[in-house]
């Protein structure tokens, strides 16, 4: 069985479920090196959120793995230095893998790797940057020229979707070195078909004081101008005045303030805090649309949109997020709008109340089913086997 070394920074929610699936396979065999070492399994401030964020579900469960010694003076992921391994290389050799897997370069000891066993063993790069956001030409001629630099060094990149595809062939990857590793997520655990869920979805409708067959719109993420939530509180403003609907933003973060002194203009407009993974999927379940309105810089791709999907629920998503060519097929499962744009968000919403829910439902599953983490398993055990 081949071996493939797993290089990443620190458990991610969205991670640890596919890193389990392939051990589970047993087709390859894996080992993944988190770089930030241990100490980021203390309790961590949040910045996005603006608190302390522990997740309530297993991140290091069904798979193998070692927290990597980091000697950065200052750790995370916030700067190129903070993740410093002087004993990354001699570990990744000592697994004697038959190949490594990194996920992102843009720190130290990430990039030492590509760097150290490019032409030794096949160097893989997992990645969901995209070229949405605006750059200034020569700003964007430089990266490009930087970025082709870095991936010269990597056998073969796995894609997300297509505007990471776009990304990739722009900074010089063959295309014959590009495949496809959707973004996923566990799509069976945000479906809220088991009776505790659908109670509990009915349950935050009570709380919030909202009637059982009233139309909800929901925000849910970090309340920070990247994600741009007042944007759609003022877009709900709009067509509140003319039909009976409600909004639920949930989330905390530096706007959390201004939101909450937004929504005190509307009754129909709801607000929660950050509400952990164990009670999302009822969360999705209450509402009918679900709405990422980003912005950006730096919206990559968007996986609350999957977990929305998976739910059953229509979408609205911005022309900033990595995601919206991929899941969003318009008038049937939801629209993509013009970032920032008011006008856009407002048709947007009212246009989303008009699509049939059995037609959402059945469009989203039809998606999710190449969007899931079997599709990412199969796509590195073929390349690891084929190398």
Not at 172 to 186: N, Q, R, T, V, Y
Not at 367 to 383: D, H, K, R
């Amino acid at each position: 069985m081949k071996k493939l070394a797993i290089i990443t920074s620190h458990p991610i929610q969205y991670n640890a479920p596919l890193f389990s699936l392939i051990s589970r396979r047993g087709h390859i065999q894996i080992k993944v090196f988190y770089t930030w070492g241990e100490s980021v399994l203390d309790n961590k401030f949040d910045p996005g959120f603006g608190k302390v964020i522990q997740w309530d579900i297993p991140l290091l469960d069904g798979y193998p793995y070692i927290f990597v010694r980091n000697t950065a003076s200052d750790q995370g992921t916030h700067h190129f230095k903070g993740m410093v391994n002087p004993t990354l290389i001699n570990e990744i050799e000592n697994f004697e893998a038959d190949a490594v897997l990194v996920f992102g370069w843009s720190f130290q000891s990430h990039l030492k790797v590509l760097r150290y066993f490019a032409g030794r063993i096949p160097v893989f790069f997992r990645g969901d940057s995209h070229l949405l956001d605006y750059t200034p030409p020569i700003k964007r001629m430089l990266r490009k020229w930087f970025l082709r630099y870095i991936y010269k060094h990597v056998s073969v990149a796995f894609y997300v979707g297509k505007h990471n595809k776009d990304y990739f062939l722009n900074a010089g990857i063959k295309e014959s070195k590009l495949i496809f590793a959707p973004h996923a997520i566990d799509n069976s655990r945000f479906s809220c078909t088991d009776k505790a869920c659908i109670s509990r979805a009915k349950e935050y409708r009570q709380q919030l004081n909202i009637p059982e067959d009233a139309f909800v719109f929901l925000f849910a993420g970090k309340l920070e101008k990247k994600k741009s939530p007042l944007t759609l509180i003022e877009a709900f403003n709009q067509i509140s005045k003319k039909e009976s609907v409600y909004l639920i933003m949930a989330g905390n973060g530096p706007l959390e303030d201004s939101v909450i002194e937004a929504a005190t203009i509307s009754a129909n407009i709801k607000t929660l805090p950050f509400q952990n993974q164990q009670s999302m999927p009822a969360l999705y379940s209450a509402c009918n649309v679900f709405v990422l309105p980003s912005a950006g810089p730096g919206e990559t791709w968007g996986l609350a949109v999957n977990e929305a999907m998976a739910a059953g629920k229509t979408v609205i998503v911005s022309d900033k997020c990595g995601c919206y060519s991929d899941l969003v097929k318009e008038g049937v499962n939801g629209f993509t709008f013009q970032s920032e744009n008011l006008n856009s968000l407002t048709t947007a919403l009212i246009s989303s109340m008009t699509l049939k829910p059995e037609v959402v439902k059945c469009c989203n599953s039809k998606i999710l089913s190449l969007y899931s983490y079997e599709t990412v398993a199969q796509a590195l055990e073929v390349s690891l086997n084929y190398k």
